[in-house]
């Protein structure tokens, strides 16, 4: 069920948008903040930072990269499968062959727009959320133009935000590369 929060639910427009919406969605806003607090206020997020910027350094000051990296990979983990539940059981309400129609994609691009920060990614899957939204709301209002071009709308929109600054956004330094300590 949707729980509306008082006051903040009766905000124009981002009211009903933001403060009327599932306990996951809720939980999500929390694991956002949370994250983000983490990875730049407390040790573990420099720690992390440092294991995906240059774990050769942040084995020298006695990190252990690799098991930095498991439980890190695994709490990431936990989250997207909190993501995974949102669509699956709020969404989509049902769980289907190819149920998420190239949407793990746009997520990716969420994250590469959003420079690899908790705070940006979020906002920039807000942006392709909406870009998504409003095909399907141009759709129930008729407009004339084809709904080919109508299913094209969040790829487009995520195309030209990827490909517009993907130039200016580097990734952590060591993301994908195995560390062997040597």
């Not at 990827?162 to 560390?179: H, S």
């Amino acid at each position: 069920p949707r729980w509306e929060i008082p006051l903040l639910g009766d905000i124009p427009i981002i009211g009903p948008v933001l403060f009327n919406q599932t306990f996951i969605v809720y939980l999500m806003y929390a694991v956002v903040a949370v994250v983000a607090w983490g990875l730049y206020r407390t040790r573990w997020g420099l720690r992390l930072r440092a294991v995906g910027e240059h774990p050769q350094a942040a084995d020298t000051v006695g990190i252990n990269v690799n098991s930095s990296r498991f439980w890190n990979v695994s709490l990431a983990g936990a989250i997207a499968g909190i993501g995974g539940a949102y669509f699956t059981l709020v969404s989509v309400g049902q769980f289907t062959k190819e149920m998420t129609a190239g949407l793990g994609f746009i997520a990716l691009a969420a994250v590469i727009f959003g420079r690899w920060d908790p705070l940006r990614a979020t906002l920039a899957a807000l942006l392709f959320g909406f870009a998504t939204n409003l095909q399907n709301l141009l759709t129930v209002l008729r407009t004339p133009i084809p709904s080919e071009f109508m299913l094209m709308l969040p790829y487009v929109v995520t195309i030209i935000a990827v490909a517009g600054f993907a130039g200016q956004i580097r990734g952590p330094a060591a993301a994908g590369k195995p560390y062997i300590k040597g």
